[in-house]
Structures are given as C-alpha cells and as structure tokens.
C-alpha cells in the first residue's frame, strides 16, 4: 500500500494562526507563543518525510505540540516569576486596525491573534492563578472546544482528569468575574479619566475610582514603576496626579487594549505605558499598567496622534 503524500508548506502554514492563538491564551505572553509555536514547527520539520506523511491530522499534531511545549513553560513561569522584579501582568494585545500598517514584510504574532472575551486582561489575570494543567484543560475545553478524550493526550492525564482540571478552572473564572458596561460606556468613563489625570484633577479621579480599585503595575526592574499592589480609589488617584506632574510631556491616547477601552502613555512618539482596565457600572475596579519595554514591542508602530 503507497504511503499518503505529505501536507504541502501552505496547509501546515496555515494552522500558525490557531496555534498562536491557543499559545497566547496559555501563556499570557505573545513571546512566548510564538517560540512555542516555532518550536512546535521545527519539530515537525525535524522528523522525516515519511513519518511526516504518516500523521493522519498535522494540524492535531502540530495542537498537541504546542500545547505540550506551553504547559513545559508554564511550569517553568511559575519558578522565573517569583524572581520577577515587581509585579508580573500578562503582555498586553493591541488592536492593529487602530494603527498605520506595519512595514513591509514585518511579521508580529499580534497580526495573528483573534481579539474575543479571552484575551481580555482580567480573564487572563485570572487564568494567571491556575495551576500549568487546570489553564491548559480549560482553555483547550472551554475556550477552543476540544474534546477530553485530546486534552488528556496533550496533558498526560485521563480524560476524567482532564474533566475535573477544566471545572476548577471554570470555578476560579466564575468566582472572579464581574458584569461589565457596554464598550461605549467603558470608553467614556476612561475617557473621563484620561481628561481628569491629565488635568490633575484628583476629585473627578476619586470619582471614577471605586473606592476598593487596585492598581498593578509591570516594570519587570527594567523601567522605574512603583512595585507594590495600590489599593483604594482614592490612594491610586493621588498616585496618578503625582505621576503626571514628572512626566508633563506624556501624550495619553485612548486604545483597545485586550478588547477593551484601555490607554496608551507616549513620550516622543515610543510608547512607555499600557494600561488596561476593569469597571463595574460606571467606576473603575482594576488599572493593570505594563511598563516593562519587553512587552511593548508589538506597540512599537502606534500612532502618535490621540
């Protein structure tokens, strides 16, 4: 019997923007999801052609791949982040209609990622707190709908576990969403906000702040950001007003960030600052700040208009 012939360049190609997609929802990181998903090719061009031609699905090869190098990583994460200076928030998505086409022939993992309710910053704030094989489960189930049966083959354990993996995980996402307003709504209230920062009017800055809001920044020790978790509304707002008298040359401009109405902070045209946000009813709950430079390189060609 003759050996069926092998996937052509352009089927395998193909699968890159699902598996970055998937990679990213794992890893909170669009530089990590885009070694595994280059490691998970090179794999597959390291055996050879026959072996090749014997997979039946390359594309739930090239998944399993990729799910297993990510849950190798996330065990890894956990041990790098405890030495991580600061606080470590996932890398935030831009939205590339929002920007001028990229140069040509540049090539960013971000062009790949499709932007829905699981890329927003607090589902993957909470997908953070689970552990490397309840966030594969779920995010395999719940948010890309595969069966137990392939989860348990790509986490090594049975589909029953899988099973139980996956509701915990369901669990920890249930215990910390919060209803949100429409997206309009979210954008005028931070549209709010930015006027108010920028004026360095701290009572309209209380005023959109719940009272029990936190603020998380990531400078990851290479840029300077304060280091510690600000709670309170009214601690945050003080904080934000003496942030904006140093830095009176920063340009505020209002973005999607993860989906949602965020802010973008530039000096000189370079992006320094992304700040995502969570609100209930019409206040802020949640300022998640990314500083750290290693995560703003797929926001290097913003535009420098608000």
Not at 127 to 130: N, P, V
Not at 276 to 284: M, S
């Given at each position: 019997m003759s050996t069926p012939p092998e996937p052509g360049p352009s089927l395998i190609d193909g699968?890159?923007?699902?598996?970055?997609?998937l990679a990213y929802r794992l890893l909170g990181s669009l530089t990590e999801a885009e070694d595994a998903v280059q490691e998970a090719y090179a794999r597959w061009y390291a055996i050879t052609e026959r072996r090749r031609a014997a997979v039946e699905s390359p594309a739930a090869w090239l998944t399993t791949v990729v799910g297993r190098i990510c849950l190798d990583v996330l065990g890894s994460a956990r041990v790098r982040r405890e030495r991580y200076v600061g606080e470590w928030i996932p890398e935030p998505l831009p939205?590339?209609?929002?920007?001028?086409a990229a140069p040509p022939g540049a090539a960013d993992p971000a062009d790949r990622v499709t932007v829905d309710d699981s890329v927003d910053m607090a589902f993957l704030v909470v997908?953070?707190?689970?552990t490397p094989a309840e966030r594969v489960a779920f995010v395999l189930h719940d948010v890309f709908r595969y069966s137990f049966p392939e989860i348990a083959g790509i986490v090594g354990r049975t589909p029953a576990a899988c099973r139980q993996l996956a509701s915990s995980g369901r669990r920890r996402v249930?215990?910390?969403?919060?209803?949100?307003p429409p997206a309009p709504r979210q954008a005028s209230v931070l549209r709010d906000f930015k006027e108010a920062w920028q004026a360095g009017d701290i009572k309209t800055l209380v005023a959109l702040l719940d009272p029990d809001a936190v603020m998380t920044a990531d400078g990851g020790g290479l840029v300077s950001t304060v280091r510690r978790t600000i709670e309170g509304g009214q601690d945050i707002a003080r904080y934000l007003t003496y942030i904006a008298g140093l830095s009176p040359d920063l340009t505020l401009l209002e973005r999607t960030v993860n989906g949602r109405p965020g802010l973008v902070a530039q000096r000189a045209g370079a992006t320094v600052t992304v700040a995502?946000?969570?609100?209930?009813?019409?206040?802020?709950t949640r300022i998640w700040a990314v500083r750290?430079?290693?995560?703003?390189?797929?926001?290097?060609?913003?535009?420098t208009h608000p």
């Open positions: 699968e890159r923007r699902h598996l970055t997609n939205d590339r209609t929002q920007w001028p997908l953070e707190s689970m249930g215990a910390h969403r919060r209803p949100a995502a946000f969570g609100l209930t009813e019409d206040r802020i750290n430079p290693e995560k703003l390189r797929p926001w290097t060609h913003t535009p």
